[in-house]
């Protein structure tokens, strides 16, 4: 039964791949049309609160999908972003994405301070301090009143605004920037990995001790990871805070961490396609079954035992089975050795 199905992915993927403009042209259209033909503003914030958690999905997937570093706190860096974004536009005035590259910019240097750790843990250890990260962050929030409003949060949160055109769900800007966003940053993701950094990332998660000795940085990597995962996240939580309107510290807490996480295992560790499957399936689950919200979390740890016992490269994770495909300037060389013998 497994080898059937090695063989269908395998079939598929091959299909995929000879057809993939034509997908990629026929997606493309479907997601520009999709504001157009329907006009549900219910739906199309959902939907864009989809592309928001997409974007966090794509951000610990850096981290954890391909580096192999489990985080339990990202939802202190997606705080982190709202939070920095947020204040800077309502209490200084900024536009938004002033504010939202401040925020990925302190995001990145917390980022930095929570990586350093990762140099002596690993596993289950590190999990608990990406916990206790996420709950100091809460707990900041929480208390320090003079500058975040403690429990109060921060109210009218200002939409981001184009030559002085304010996007919001109903005119569509805020669904195009979302989507826009998640363009760019999985076009950043898909170089990052096919670079020579995203196969130390990759060899890092695969075994640490032969990647030191093939000499692979392996303390500057784990930081990188850690940096680039938290920007990503950043901005996803100043795009959701601007989307929302309002936040909390109660907004970003353990249950926020944990649906990430549950994306990223989902979908597919180490895909970047999975995230945008694990971030529908998690995210509009709970509003289509409006009665189940409270059994959510118990329903997402049920999901997740099935996906690990039956399942655990996730729902599109299985292994490309089509050949590495070599760069530009290394098939010119190969093509130029061949040709002089």
Wanted: proline share 3%.
């Amino acid at each position: 039964m497994k080898k059937n199905n090695s063989t269908l992915l395998s079939s598929f993927e091959q299909f995929t791949a000879k057809n993939a403009k034509i997908l990629w042209g026929v997606l493309a259209v479907l997601l520009i049309a999709l504001p157009f033909v329907v006009k549900n503003q219910y739906f199309l914030t959902v939907v864009a609160k989809i592309g928001c958690y997409a974007i966090l999905g794509l951000g610990l997937n850096i981290l954890t999908g391909y580096t192999g570093l489990v985080s339990l706190g990202h939802a202190g860096f997606v705080a982190i972003g709202a939070y920095t974004a947020s204040l800077l536009a309502v209490t200084l005035g900024w536009s938004f994405f002033p504010a939202m590259l401040a925020g990925m910019l302190v995001a990145a240097v917390i980022g930095v301070l929570v990586g350093l750790p990762t140099l002596r843990v690993t596993g289950t250890y590190l999990s608990i301090i990406t916990l206790g990260f996420g709950e100091i962050v809460k707990m900041i929030l929480m208390n320090w009143q003079s500058v975040t409003n403690g429990t109060l949060g921060v109210k009218n949160i200002p939409k981001p605004q184009i030559f002085g055109i304010k996007l919001t769900v109903a005119n569509n800007g805020m669904y195009f920037l979302i989507l826009i966003l998640i363009v760019l940053i999985s076009l950043f993701c898909k170089s990052l990995i096919q670079s020579k950094t995203g196969r130390a990332l990759r060899a890092i998660k695969t075994d640490e001790m032969a990647s030191t000795m093939m000499g692979i940085n392996i303390t500057g990597y784990k930081i990188l990871a850690f940096v680039i995962s938290a920007m990503i996240c950043a901005l996803g939580g100043a795009l959701y805070s601007s989307l929302i309107g309002y936040i909390d510290p109660n907004t970003f807490n353990f249950d926020v961490s944990t649906l990430i996480l549950s994306i990223v295992i989902l979908g597919g560790m180490g895909t970047l396609r999975g995230m945008y499957v694990g971030a529908i399936v998690l995210v509009a689950f709970p509003e289509v079954s409006r009665s189940l919200m409270k059994y959510r979390f118990v329903l997402y740890g049920v999901i997740l035992v099935l996906m690990m016992r039956f399942r655990p490269e996730g729902l599109l994770g299985w292994k490309s089975s089509l050949p590495y495909k070599l760069s530009k300037k290394v098939q010119a060389k190969l093509s130029g050795e061949e040709a002089n013998a």
